[in-house]
């Protein structure tokens, strides 16, 4: 060691000719350290002592069963009005009925709606009824005999009901290249959109 007089700050730890500074940290720093302390013995005492309150996983679910609950609800709600719904003619509606269908039903009814895995939707012979109730009903449960998913656990209410209000406007289209031919014999009770009105 040298006899040279040191800053007040150094110690007299000399590392590969680094010396240690002897700095106090701020106070601030200091006071929310000991509150952190003070806190993790209170959390600690709370839920696991006393066990007072709710871990994070039974806090979970109690808020995936409250979320649930209201899920449900919802649900049997939306299946009791089915009966009484009407196609909706807001145009903002019919648009985010074309976007929904476009992304999830397209793919089996095609774009135009004249049908490839599943039926034409723009003739007068409907399978599984041809009311609206009838189509909302079948979005909602699907048919899952016939390959059709039940998309009420993937859409919401107002989705499938603005969905129906779309494929609604498609009845009595006229298609550019011929649809899937009448799986049902059966006509609608009467020819084109204006009977369901």
């Not at 720093?29 to 013995?41: G, K, M, R």
């Not at 696991?48 to 871990?55: E, I, M, T, Y």
């Not at 269908?101 to 034409?120: E, I």
Request: proline share 7%; net charge negative; charged share 20%.
């Amino acid at each position: 060691m040298s006899n040279e007089p040191k800053e007040p700050l150094l110690l007299d730890h000399n590392y590969d000719g680094i010396q240690e500074l002897d700095n106090n940290l701020p106070r601030w720093w200091v006071w929310l350290f000991y509150i952190t302390i003070i806190f993790a013995a209170v959390y600690l005492v709370y839920y696991h002592v006393a066990k007072v309150g709710d871990l994070q996983a039974a806090e979970y679910d109690k808020e995936m069963k409250a979320g649930n609950a209201i899920k449900t609800a919802a649900m049997g709600n939306f299946e009791s009005s089915i009966p009484s719904l009407q196609p909706s003619k807001d145009a903002v509606v019919i648009e985010n009925g074309r976007q929904t269908y476009a992304k999830f039903c397209a793919p089996c009814h095609r774009a135009d709606g004249g049908g490839l895995v599943g039926p034409n939707l723009t003739d007068d012979y409907w399978i599984h009824g041809s009311n609206y109730c009838d189509t909302v009903k079948v979005i909602w449960d699907g048919v899952p005999a016939k390959g059709m998913v039940t998309w009420k656990t993937v859409l919401k209410p107002d989705e499938i009901q603005s969905v129906a209000s779309y494929i609604y406007t498609l009845r009595g289209t006229k298609l550019a290249t011929p649809g899937k031919l009448p799986e049902n014999l059966a006509p609608a009770k009467a020819a084109g959109p204006s009977s369901f009105e």
